[in-house]
Each structure stands twice: as C-alpha cells, then as structure tokens.
C-alpha cells in the first residue's frame, strides 16, 4: 500500500494486528479497540493531506501516552487529567514527586503537534519535604505537626497505651500503637490538608512480635540499633493524606 493511496483506503479491512503495526510505523498510539484504532490512521492520513496535527489526533495521543505510563507504573498514586486546546496540553492534578512530573511532562510534549504545556498539578512530596513550623503567622501555610502531639486527651491516650503495653509485657503494642497514631494523625494539618494512619494491628503484629523476640534474645540492643528504626518505618508507610 502507497502512501499516496493511503487516504482513499478502508482501514476496516484490515487485521488488528495490521492497523497497530501501521500506527507503530507512524509513532501513533496503539491503544483501543478496532475501531479506535481505524479512526486514528484516518485522522493522520487527513493531518498528513492537509499539513497540519488536528487537536483530535492530539487529543488522542495524550490519552495514548498517559495510558502507557499508567500502565508502565509511572503513574502509581497520581492522580492527573489532561485536555487539549489547539496545540497546548493543559494538566490538572497531583503527583507523588517532582520526577514524576517532569517525566510527564517531557512525554507529553514529544508528542507530534504539541507546542505548549500548561499545568496547575501539584506534587506532594513538597508538602512532606518542606520545614514544617509552628503557627508562624507571617508564613503564608500554616504547619501543625509538632503540636499534633499537644493537648490533655493526647497525653492522657499516651500514658494509659504506657501502662496498658507494660501490663502485657508488650504484647499490646501493635494494638496501642495504632489507636495512638490514628489518633495523632486526625491531629495533624499540613498546609490545609489532614492526614490519615491507615495502619492496622493484624499487619504491625508480625513486625512487632518479631522484634520482641529478636530484641529479648539481644538484651535490648536489636531494638535499639534496627528495631526501632523498623518501627519508625512502619508507621511511616502508612501515613497517607485523608
């Protein structure tokens, strides 16, 4: 097949498989189904007749290209959308971290046609990653980590989980722990945005118990040098926004 008679040729006759390996040899996306895929050959055989990228095959290709990235895992717990006006992609929403973002970005604007991105994403490791301060009011965000830890109630919560983990000799920690921290983190507020503990005892039991014993067996100096750490760790990974 020519390419001169490429416009006046019925893609529907050809195979799946056919129509991907033409829209490979384009660079187009190979996503969707047949028929997605026939509409996408005959948009590029228009563009190509008249000179120019249409907005629609523009618009196509950038579904293509966040489709692959999300299917490659370049886009775990991002949560973005896109529009296309003319040649400009604009971008909405949030990435996890910078990288992540530039990587779309630099995808997206080795799209054919493209000429402008636009964006108002945010990412938020710049929350997690900025100083966090206590009510400065000449600061534009307001940080309240620290004094999540304040208050009568806290306190009171933190000595009866004292006294309640000494009574069983530890064996009440994973369940002590967790009321704590889910409790903490209502507490917390990070430039407006609240945070959630979304750990549960049943998963912390088996890091603990194992601790515990490994601890015991080295007079307390695992827990000291790698099982407090573990811990720290633990509760780290499960702390997420609400």
Aim: some cysteine; proline content about 1%.
């Amino acid at each position: 097949m020519s390419d001169d008679s490429s416009s006046n040729f019925d893609y529907n006759d050809l195979t799946v498989s056919k129509l991907k390996e033409l829209l490979d040899e384009r660079g187009l996306g190979k996503n969707g189904v047949k028929a997605d895929l026939v509409a996408r050959l005959n948009v590029s055989d228009s563009e190509k007749n008249n000179g120019e990228v249409s907005a629609a095959n523009i618009s196509n290709e950038v579904t293509s290209v966040l489709s692959g990235l999300q299917a490659s895992g370049a886009l775990i717990k991002a949560n973005i959308k896109a529009s296309v006006s003319g040649s400009t992609v604009s971008v909405d929403g949030t990435f996890v971290t910078k990288e992540q973002q530039q990587h779309v970005f630099k995808s997206l604007q080795e799209i054919r046609g493209v000429s402008k991105i636009n964006h108002t994403t945010k990412v938020e490791a710049d929350y997690l990653s900025a100083k966090p301060y206590i009510n400065d009011v000449n600061q534009k965000n307001q940080w309240c980590v620290i004094r999540a830890e304040s208050g009568f109630a806290l306190w009171i919560l933190g000595w009866i989980f004292w006294i309640v983990n000494r009574m069983t000799l530890g064996l009440a920690y994973p369940f002590t722990t967790v009321a704590y921290y889910q409790q903490w983190a209502s507490n917390v507020k990070i430039d407006g945005r609240r945070l959630k503990f979304t750990g549960t005892a049943g998963n912390l039991f088996g890091v603990w118990i194992s601790t515990f014993i490994l601890s015991v067996l080295t007079l307390g100096l695992y827990w000291i040098f790698i099982g407090k750490g573990n811990m720290a760790r633990w509760i780290d990974n499960h702390l997420t926004w609400a």
